[in-house]
């Protein structure tokens, strides 16, 4: 057993990195600053704590396939999901008749797209930071304009396939600087 564990040492197939998944990703999220765009950026750094949360402390090399799927699993079926969406009320439709303000003038006024401002009136959902712009160019609070509601359900598969691209290529990095032996996403 000594013998073997001195091969596999001396073949460097033994990982002395003991960061975790967190510290590793966080470091990797640096990386990518200098070649991707800050939306992306954004977007790792809004996934970092869905991910975290359940495998965020877990050393590199000792990650495993079970303790992904758990986290896809996790995230498709428990209450993990809790945006917080807008829906315009009847003060806002009477106040877009009394004003007669029309969808373009909003649109430049706000810096929402037409869809945005087509679905508050709708009324539709739109996200909270939308209908606060929309209120704020009425001069009243979001609260008198829109009710707000909270969705708490499962991501959609398609998202956890964006969780998954983002693990991979987390663990693609730490493949290549020699952290860890294999990417145990693929």
């Not at 009847?90 to 004003?99: A, D, F, N, S």
């Amino acid at each position: 057993v000594a013998g073997e564990f001195e091969s596999t040492c001396k073949r460097g197939d033994v990982s002395v990195d003991r960061r975790t998944f967190e510290e590793y990703a966080n470091y990797y999220i640096l990386l990518c600053e200098r070649d991707c765009k800050p939306t992306t950026i954004t977007f790792y750094n809004h996934l970092m704590p869905l991910v975290c949360e359940e495998i965020g402390s877990i050393r590199l090399n000792m990650l495993s396939a079970e303790h992904l799927n758990r986290l896809y699993i996790k995230l498709q079926t428990e209450d993990v999901k809790r945006d917080q969406k807008a829906i315009g009320n009847e003060k806002l439709l009477q106040l877009r008749k009394e004003t007669k303000v029309m969808c373009k003038e909003l649109v430049a006024e706000t810096g929402l797209s037409k869809n945005t401002i087509t679905a508050a009136f709708k009324p539709g959902n739109i996200a909270v930071e939308s209908a606060e712009k929309i209120a704020a160019y009425f001069h009243k609070s979001v609260k008198d304009l829109f009710s707000i509601s909270t969705s708490g359900k499962g991501i959609s598969t398609k998202y956890i396939k964006h969780i998954h691209s983002f693990i991979h290529a987390v663990l693609e990095q730490a493949v290549k600087e020699g952290c860890i032996n294999r990417n145990i996403a693929d």
